[in-house]
């Protein structure tokens, strides 16, 4: 669960989000508007990474302002960008890294590692140089690194960016089969039109809330 109670984002002297005020309990979230409109910034309310001027988030009813190290141990964060968040010189590797403070075993961290790779598509690739996977494969591994923790709740910032149509589809139907909580930024109105609920930004204001055909509807006006 994630509440959101009159939230005022200040960034550079300028509010880039304001008035927010939301309680969102559905399992598929997305998060769509204009360049700018503050998409990213709402995402990293989530985990803490930016916090609110004014009002308060909860995630798991915690304050993100009091326990953010608390939160993102149980809050994924998938960034746009994958190559921003491999570290580690193989897929296995890099995967296996995000367990390091799990205290498990070598054999314990290499069944996890092997289970979530396969997956995921990229069993085959497990001893390959991260850096040398497609941009596709790149987000899918960036993805794996983030799950294999079992977060509560997982916020992607534009998963499909930069992927082909393919790739865009296998992303999407990843996240329809997740079991946790999904907030998905996203410009991938394809992406967003089976999700359970569509928020609506516009220049750090909430302007639309509700099924996807109708805030999708909304979107689209806004941009015409
Ligand atoms: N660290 C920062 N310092 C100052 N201003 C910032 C910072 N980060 C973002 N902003 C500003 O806040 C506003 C919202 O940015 P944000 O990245 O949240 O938008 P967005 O909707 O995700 O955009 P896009 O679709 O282009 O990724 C923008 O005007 C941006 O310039």
């Known amino acids: 669960m994630i509440e959101l109670k009159d939230v005022r984002v200040r960034l550079a002297e300028r509010d880039v989000l304001d008035g927010l005020t939301l309680t969102l309990p559905e399992r598929r979230i ?20 930016a916090l609110p001027a004014s009002g308060s988030v909860r995630v798991l009813g915690m304050d993100t302002r009091r326990e953010a190290a608390k ?12 190559d921003a968040q491999i570290v580690m010189p193989t897929v296995a590797e890099d995967v296996a890294f995000s367990l390091r403070r799990k205290g498990l075993s070598k054999a314990e961290v290499n069944e ?81 039109a089976g999700f359970d609920r569509v928020l609506v930004l516009d220049q750090g204001k909430l302007v639309a809330d509700g099924p996807p055909a109708s805030a999708l509807a909304c979107y689209r006006e806004l941009m015409a």
Do not use: W
């Open 30 to 49: 997305g998060v769509v508007g204009a360049n700018g409109s503050g998409k990213s910034t709402f995402a990293r309310l989530l985990n803490g990474l």
């Open 71 to 82: 939160i993102r141990r149980r809050v994924g964060f998938v960034f746009t960008d994958p």
């Open 112 to 192: 996890l590692v092997t289970d979530v790779l396969s997956r995921y598509g990229l069993a085959g690739h497990a001893d390959h140089p991260a850096h040398q996977l497609s941009g596709g494969q790149k987000q899918l591994l960036a993805l794996c690194s983030v799950l294999v923790l079992e977060p509560d709740i997982l916020v992607m910032d534009e998963p499909t960016t930069l992927l082909d149509l393919r790739n865009s589809r296998q992303v999407a139907r990843v996240i329809a089969e997740l079991p946790q909580q999904v907030v998905v930024v996203s410009h991938d109105l394809e992406l967003l």
